[in-house]
C-alpha cells in the first residue's frame, strides 16, 4: 500500500514534469466534448432549482454515471442511458423530467448548505463497473432564482467536459473507480491550474442606456479537482488563492479562502481573508480581473495544491422606472495551466481501489 505522502508527492511530480514538457497541451474545457463531466454549481436553496441537461451526440446508446454532492459531503449517485443523439434534461429540485435520477443529498457532516454542490458525470460499461472512452457528451445547466425582486431571474453555464485520451470508443479507461485527470495516454483530460475571472466588484454602478447597474455582489462556485466520490471517502482541502487587478493595473494580494472538494462563498463577504478587495471601495475600479488558484498553505489546515474547475456570478440591481429589480447573472470562468487531479468513485460488480491518497 503506498503512504499518503509518496501518493502526493508522486502526484506533484508529474504535474511538475508534464507541465513544463508541454504533455498537458489539452485541458478540460467548456466549449469542446469528453467522456466525463463536472457541473460547478447545482443550487436548490430556498427559491432556487437548477435544470441539468446532457446530450449524447453519437451514433451509438451510453450508460452515465452521477454522483451529487452538497457542501456538507452528502452524497447521491445514480445511473442512466442516454440512447444516440439523444438530449435528456432534470430538474434537480423536483428529481423530475426526461429521465429519472437520485434526489439531491440534504445530508452531511461538515460545514456548508446542504442544498448547495456539484455535479460529475462519466461513460460507464453496461454493468457499470468501469469507466469508459466515450467523448460524445456535453451539457449545460441553468440556475433559477425564483425569489428575485424583478421576478424569477436565471443563468446558464457549460459543464466542465474531460475527454478520455483513449481513441476507441466504448473502451475502458484507467483502472475502475480511479479516474485520473493527468492528460496522458490512457488518462483524462487535465484540470486547469488555475482560473481567471472578470467580474465589477461590489458596489460598483454602472450606466447603461438611460438606466443604471448596481452591482450587489460576486458568488464563486469551485469544484477541486481531487474528488472522493465514495462512501467511505477521505476529505481533500486547498487553499483558494485569490488575486485581483482594477483598471489602473494595481495587484490586489492576500486575500484566500479555505475549502475542500466543492465551495461555493461571496466574494465580498464570505473570504476568509481580505475580501474587502473585491469591493468597489477599496479597487475604486468598475472592472477588475480575478485569479483562482488552488495551493498547499499552513494556513488551512491539511491543504493540499488542486486543480479547479467553477462558475463566477454576479448578483445586480437595474434601475427600471426607479426601481431596483434584483437578478443574477453567471458564467463559467476561463481556464489556465494545467494540474492533475483524480475522481474515486464506487464501482458496482467490481473491487474498489483501496490505495489512499
Known amino acids: 500500500m503506498k ?14 514534469v508534464l507541465a513544463t514538457s508541454g504533455v498537458f ?59 444516440k443523439k439523444q438530449p435528456a434534461w432534470w430538474s434537480v429540485y423536483n428529481g423530475s423530467g426526461s429521465i429519472t435520477v437520485n434526489e ?21 460499461n ?8 466515450f467523448n460524445h457528451l456535453s451539457g449545460t445547466a441553468t440556475v433559477y432564482d425564483f425569489d428575485d425582486t424583478g421576478g424569477p431571474s436565471a443563468f446558464q453555464y457549460n459543464s466542465w467536459n474531460f475527454k478520455a485520451q483513449v481513441p476507441t470508443t466504448n473502451a475502458t479507461v484507467g483502472t475502475a473507480g480511479d479516474i485520473q485527470l493527468t492528460g496522458l495516454p490512457g488518462a483524462y483530460d487535465a484540470c ?12 460598483a454602478t454602472l450606466d447603461s442606456r438611460d438606466r443604471s447597474i ?15 466520490l465514495r462512501q467511505d471517502f477521505t476529505p481533500h482541502f486547498t487553499k483558494l488563492e485569490l488575486t485581483v487587478w482594477n ?16 465551495h461555493f462563498f461571496t466574494l465580498d463577504t464570505d473570504t476568509d481573508v481580505a475580501p474587502e478587495i473585491f469591493t468597489y471601495d477599496v479597487l475604486e475600479s468598475n472592472a477588475a480581473l480575478l485569479k483562482v488558484q488552488g495551493v498547499a498553505s499552513t494556513k488551512c489546515t491539511a491543504s493540499e495544491a488542486a486543480g479547479l474547475v467553477g462558475v463566477l456570478s454576479t448578483s445586480t440591481f437595474p434601475f427600471v422606472d426607479g426601481d431596483p429589480k434584483e437578478n443574477e447573472i ?16 464506487n464501482p458496482q460488480d467490481a473491487i474498489v481501489p483501496t490505495t489512499p491518497r
Open 25 to 83: 497541451a489539452q485541458v478540460a474545457n467548456t466549449s469542446q466534448k469528453g467522456s466525463l463531466l463536472m457541473y460547478a454549481r447545482i443550487d436548490i436553496r430556498e427559491g432556487f432549482d437548477t435544470i441539468v441537461r446532457m446530450s449524447n451526440d453519437n451514433n451509438a446508446a451510453v450508460w452515465v454515471k452521477c454522483y451529487y454532492m452538497n457542501e456538507k459531503k452528502g452524497r447521491r449517485d445514480f445511473e442512466f442511458r442516454l440512447t
Open 126 to 133: 453496461g454493468s457499470g463497473s468501469e469507466q469508459i472512452s
Open 3 to 16: 503512504q499518503p505522502w509518496k501518493t502526493a508527492l508522486a502526484g506533484a511530480m508529474v504535474t511538475t
Open 330 to 345: 453567471g458564467t463559467t470562468l476561463n481556464a489556465a495551466g494545467a494540474r492533475a487531479g483524480y475522481v474515486l468513485w
Open 192 to 203: 486547469p491550474g488555475y482560473l481567471i475571472g472578470h467580474f465589477s466588484p461590489a458596489g
Open 247 to 262: 483598471e489602473d493595473e494595481t495587484k490586489f494580494t492576500g486575500a484566500y479562502e479555505c475549502s475542500d472538494g466543492y
Open 214 to 228: 448596481s452591482i450587489a455582489d460576486n458568488d464563486l462556485s469551485v469544484i477541486a479537482c481531487n474528488q472522493d
Open 104 to 124: 439531491f443529498p440534504t445530508d452531511g457532516t461538515y460545514p456548508g448548505d446542504a442544498n448547495l454542490g456539484e455535479l460529475i458525470c462519466w461513460a460507464v
